[in-house]
């Protein structure tokens, strides 16, 4: 079930082009944190920075390497391709732990790896 969830946000918040602010909420808690390389992120402030994201890219593609699920825990191996309107393009290579409550994401930890860096944006 918590796989579900997380491999559906995958699809509807991250490789939509503009995706339903209502849909995104859906997904995170109102008291989500995201850990990403060391740097906390509250909820508002992820949303803040998919925004600026979104803007800035042409397109995102996801390929999940692998999802599994453990209780309320779904850890995720993915690689984040990053289409930019310049041209340029960024692979990233992510290892995610996601915490469910309530068929919510509440936290994300996550240790990224920029495989392929052609863009500034990421530097």
Same mark, same amino acid.
């Given at each position: 079930?918590?796989?579900?969830?997380?491999?559906?946000?995958?699809?509807?918040?991250?490789?939509?082009? &503009?995706?339903?602010?209502?849909?995104?909420?859906?997904?995170?808690?109102? =008291?989500? +944190?995201?850990? %990403?390389? #060391?740097?906390?992120?509250?909820?508002?402030?992820?949303?803040?920075?998919?925004?600026?994201?979104?803007?800035?890219?042409?397109?995102?593609?996801?390929?999940?390497?692998?999802?599994?699920?453990?209780?309320?825990?779904?850890?995720? &191996?993915?690689?984040?391709?990053?289409?930019?309107?310049?041209?340029?393009? =960024?692979? +990233?290579?992510? %290892?995610? #732990?996601?915490?469910l409550e309530n068929h919510q994401i509440t936290s994300s930890d996550e240790l990224t790896f920029v495989e392929?860096?052609?863009?500034?944006?990421?530097?």
């Amino acid at each position: 079930m918590n796989k579900a969830i997380v491999q559906q946000m995958f699809q509807d918040v991250w490789k939509s082009a &503009n995706p339903d602010p209502k849909n995104i909420l859906k997904y995170f808690s109102s =008291n989500f +944190i995201q850990e %990403i390389d #060391s740097k906390s992120y509250t909820r508002t402030e992820f949303l803040h920075n998919l925004g600026v994201l979104k803007k800035t890219t042409l397109a995102i593609d996801i390929a999940i390497k692998s999802l599994q699920e453990i209780g309320h825990t779904v850890f995720s &191996n993915h690689i984040i391709r990053l289409s930019f309107h310049d041209g340029t393009t =960024n692979l +990233i290579h992510v %290892i995610a #732990s996601f915490q469910l409550e309530n068929h919510q994401i509440t936290s994300s930890d996550e240790l990224t790896f920029v495989e392929q860096p052609t863009s500034s944006y990421l530097h």
